[in-house]
């Protein structure tokens, strides 16, 4: 191709080295972001493989998992470093054991994990790294805790940290679900953040709405409206219990519904 004096251009498409930085050809590069893009859009299953917040999707481990497999990536061992504190802390938290809620209180001097991942594709030998961390607090802030708190913190640090390994390599640049607190520590993927009590809606901050910026919340007039008391479901032993399962199973909750307890059973 000549630029009109004679002067040879390379076409755009053919791979060229700029300051002995060899480049991908465009076409190449085309190729391999529709494949990325494809994987997403015909293999991850939504709730399993990504988690949608608002109005955006975000890749889980088993996402990231199939784009590892697509590759074939293989890993080396993380790198792990553990954050201590400078004087023990103690943390408190509720969990059900075979129904039961139990009241756990664990005091220790480890504040975390941070984690470096290296992803390698064994027929180039190409690679790339990633980094990820997570804290006891961010578990406690976020209602996360639970007996395995070690493990779960230790496991969302390396998970965060090989979801980026993956991301880096393939280019596709995500922000994972796990790096977001949607999901932790390869829990379900159906399961998401709670929110903390600085993100709960309050009667204050809706009579503080802006003019115009959707409906005000309608208010029930509970003495005046007909209310059905239902009994606890079979199986579930106290009002507690099924609080904590609405919590479990339906993110949000407290947003759509309240419980009343009541002498013979609940008002929903």
Request: charge should be negative; include cysteine; proline fraction near 6%.
């Amino acid at each position: 191709m000549s630029d009109g004096n004679g002067t040879e251009r390379k076409d755009l498409a053919v791979a060229e080295a700029v300051e002995g930085v060899p480049m991908i050809p465009i076409s190449e590069l085309k190729r391999l972001t529709a494949y990325v893009n494809e994987v997403k859009k015909t293999l991850m299953v939504k709730g399993k493989d990504y988690v949608v917040d608002g109005n955006r999707q975000y890749t889980a481990r088993s996402g990231f998992a199939k784009l590892a497999q697509g590759f074939r990536l293989s890993d080396d061992p993380p790198v792990i470093k553990t954050l201590y504190y400078d004087e023990p802390q103690t943390f408190e938290f509720d969990h059900y054991v075979s129904r039961q809620r139990r009241h756990e209180v664990i005091t220790t001097n480890i504040r975390g994990f941070e984690a470096v991942v290296k992803v390698i594709q064994l027929d180039t030998g190409r690679y790339a790294s990633g980094e990820g961390a997570c804290t006891v607090e961010e578990l406690h802030m976020t209602n996360n805790m639970s007996p395995k708190w070690y493990h779960r913190c230790l496991g969302t640090a390396k998970t965060r940290a090989w979801n980026r390994a993956v991301s880096n390599f393939v280019g596709s640049a995500d922000v994972s679900a796990e790096e977001m607190g949607l999901v932790y520590d390869e829990e379900p993927q159906t399961s998401t953040r709670k929110k903390v009590d600085s993100e709960q809606e309050t009667p204050e901050r809706e009579s503080e709405r802006a003019p115009g910026i959707g409906p005000p919340p309608k208010k029930v007039d509970m003495e005046a409206a007909p209310v059905e008391r239902q009994r606890l479901p079979k199986g579930v032993a106290s009002l507690e219990e099924l609080e904590y399962i609405f919590l479990e199973r339906i993110p949000g909750y407290g947003e759509l519904l309240d419980l009343v307890p009541g002498s013979d059973g609940f008002i929903l």
